[in-house]
């Protein structure tokens, strides 16, 4: 790139000028990107899930570890929380709880479908608002 600048510079300095801008401008968007923040490889987060018993923390755990970056997921019966160390680089949050919406299961951020929630034993189904 920089011998056809060489060449260019005997016949128009414009063309080089703008040549060597476009070439900063491409170094400093280089740059800029690799300042971006980077994802934590075991980010802890606290999820309220909806459930009742054995089976649904049997579901809503194997839910979570299905989605790829999940390396625990331990959900209580009595609080409804789930506890979950997550790969950021390879999944977000919003995913692992699309995960257990599809098992049936309402988190905070994304409800259930009523067909997915009708999927759910008799004694998995709590109230929904």
């Known amino acids: 790139m920089w011998g056809f600048v060489i060449k260019l510079k005997t016949k128009n300095k414009s063309i080089v000028m703008k040549t060597k801008i476009l070439g900063l401008m491409l170094l400093l968007i ?30 809503i755990e194997k839910a979570a570890f299905e989605t790829k970056g999940v390396k625990s997921a331990v959900w209580d019966i009595e609080t409804h929380q789930l506890n979950l160390i997550l790969n950021e680089e390879k999944r977000s949050l919003l995913a692992v709880e699309q995960n257990i919406a599809k098992a049936g299961h309402d988190t905070n951020n994304v409800k259930a479908t009523d067909a997915d929630y009708d999927n759910l034993h008799g004694c998995c189904r709590y109230e929904r608002d």
């Open 30 to 59: 280089a740059f800029s990107t690799q300042a971006q923040e980077k994802k934590n490889k075991n980010a802890k987060f606290t999820i309220e899930v909806n459930g009742n018993c054995d089976m649904c923390k049997k579901r």
